[in-house]
């Protein structure tokens, strides 16, 4: 297969690294999107207080050099084009020599990041969301205690002395990346725009900075925060240094990605797979009809348009913030993935679970789906909970409802709902992250939403989706588009159940009454 850009053998590799909450993980990718090679290394974590969630950069960088190396370990390095990298939209803080700086009480610079789940900044984000500022008509009209504008506040009125003053780069943690791996302090448009409040258009607007208490960040055209903005997929200077080619154990020079968040890496890695022969509605449709659902920790919905389209509650739309030329809207459920393993590790019989897994040589949740299977008895798996009826937000509802005060499959359709009222046009899903690997997730889901759900042939969507980039800025491919299709696959198609529509049906009804009450209750407490 001929490759747009040269004539190179299908021999040539791309890097991806993917920074997650809890562990870095790499991948080596060939042309065609196969994982060669596979290496993950747990990262460290501290909670100092309720709320505060810290990391480390160097940990991190350090643990991206151990699992690069791995998945390089006797291949011919010449073949290795490009590196791709994406990470959680986290914080990271750095002095003007680049060292980094503590961002908590007890001044150790050691754990010098804000992680994107830290919920201290709740009074920061109430004092900005009350200035009703245009810029926050991108972020579904309500900004997240776990965007960076409010974390930043929280630095500035907390540690004045010992970080702000002190401060001269504010990374969004893909970028810090991407910086360590070219010396290039370039930001991707993804985490500025996504994260930031930056225009794609219109660049920063400084009356929001001013109006919210954090007019400093202007000073030398907005250097502590960004001012060189790159499309994700874009070669970053003259590519990997050769300092940071020795300690990943790469050829210096090669091409190095503007960044991209994590979710929107495996939106990347699935939206674009080639659907044609497994009669999927979006076949001959244009790419804006699916929509990747992205499960880890949190869960992500990441549809594309080619206009702007405002959706209440939702993120965006940031234009070229996942693939370039198109808008993006965001919705998502927080630590969704956290609360399954909080209700089921919490339950008192856990242990005995446990032991009868680990007997089995099963994991938990393949020993409880099967359990499920021989309780069920006839019936659908979703019909064992006519009579139960949870509302599912521990951590705050993300979208649509963008609300931190309410503690969610039902979600999923919510959220299609909103987007589809908006504008949007949906008719298929592609599921990736951890959670896609588990059937009966996958099945509820189409049950649920009456959509067909496709899952990738590579499991890893959020690695493709990291190679992907370092594959368009090694020149390898005329675009990012041309680069997703090439290199997403699918691998299965899980249909709707249509037999069951009408008793999901049923439950929706329920979760929306679920919905309002809760809104009752807050309303009742809130009296006088």
Known sequence: MEVPGGDREPGSYYVGVDVGTGSVRAALVDQRGTLVAFADQPINQWEPQFNHHEQSSEDIWAACCVVT????????????????????????VLDKEFRPLPVNHEGDPHRNIIMWLDHRAISQVHRINETKHSVLQYVGGVMSVEMQAPKLLWLKENLRETCWDKAGHFFDL???????????????????????????????????????GLEDLIANNYNKIGNKVLPPGASLGSGLTPKAAKDLGLPAGIAVAASLIDAHAGGLGVIGADVRGHGLACEGQPVTSRLAVICGTSSCHMGI??????????????????VPGFWLNEGGQSVTGKLIDHMVQGHAVFPELQAKATARCQSVYAYLNSHLDLIKKTQPVGFLTVDLHVWPDFHGNRSPLADLTLKGMFGTRLIIEAMETAGHSI?????CGGLSKNPLFVQMHADITGMPVVLSQEVESVLVGAAILGACASGDFASVQEAM????????????????????DKKYQVFLKLVEHQKEYAAIMKRD
């Open 485 to 504: 299709a090439r290199m997403s696959k699918v691998g299965k198609v899980v249909f709707p159940r249509c037999e069951d529509k009408r008793y999901y």
């Open 69 to 92: 190396k791995k998945v390089v370990q006797g291949i011919n390095l010449n073949r290795i084009r490009g590196l791709g990298f994406d990470a959680t939209c986290s914080l990271v």
């Open 305 to 322: 348009s080619k206009n702007p389209i405002f959706v209440p509650g939702v993120w965006g739309p940031y234009f070229s913030a996942m």
């Open 174 to 212: 893909p970028d810090f990346l991407s910086w360590k791996a070219t010396g290039v302090p370039a930001r991707s448009l993804c985490s500025l725009v996504c994260k930031w409040t930056y225009s794609a258009e219109k660049g920063w607007d400084d009356s929001f900075w001013k109006v919210i």
């Open 427 to 431: 008719s298929t899903l592609f599921l």
